[in-house]
């Protein structure tokens, strides 16, 4: 492995990330592997298959020049306002609660289902 191209792929992914307001799961989840995977790819550990690279820069709206380093891109520049998630795309931290949501057991996930009805009671008055 060339570990230089895996630190540099990793950079890049990750400021492209960031600049997306993603979790290291959010990206993850959308290219198709393991959560870990991808960590230690960020970490310069690991280089992605080809398939995984293209999936990446779908994800992370990047040119593959960019996340190779053969092409200096603006990865932290801010996006537009409003801009963090594609059309119809559920923001950042939404995804997160999801996720949180979906560990839950029944019983656990009814309890939280009440204490936000009551919350949004409250907000309405």
Do not use: F, W
């Amino acid at each position: 492995m060339n570990e230089e191209l895996a630190i540099t792929v990793g950079a890049a992914a990750r400021a492209a990330r960031v600049r997306l307001g993603l979790t290291q799961a959010d990206v993850a989840e959308r290219v198709g592997i393991a959560m870990e995977v991808y960590s230690r790819m960020e970490r310069g550990k690991v280089l992605p298959s080809v398939t995984t690279l293209r999936r990446l820069c779908q994800v992370l709206h990047i040119r593959s020049d960019a996340l190779l380093g053969l092409e200096v891109e603006a990865l932290d520049a801010p996006l537009e306002e409003g801009a963090t998630t594609a059309p119809g795309e559920d923001p950042p931290r939404l995804r997160r609660l999801v996720r949180a949501l979906r560990a839950l057991d029944p019983a656990q996930l009814k309890a939280v289902a009440q204490v936000v009805h009551g919350a949004l009671g409250l907000m309405r008055r």
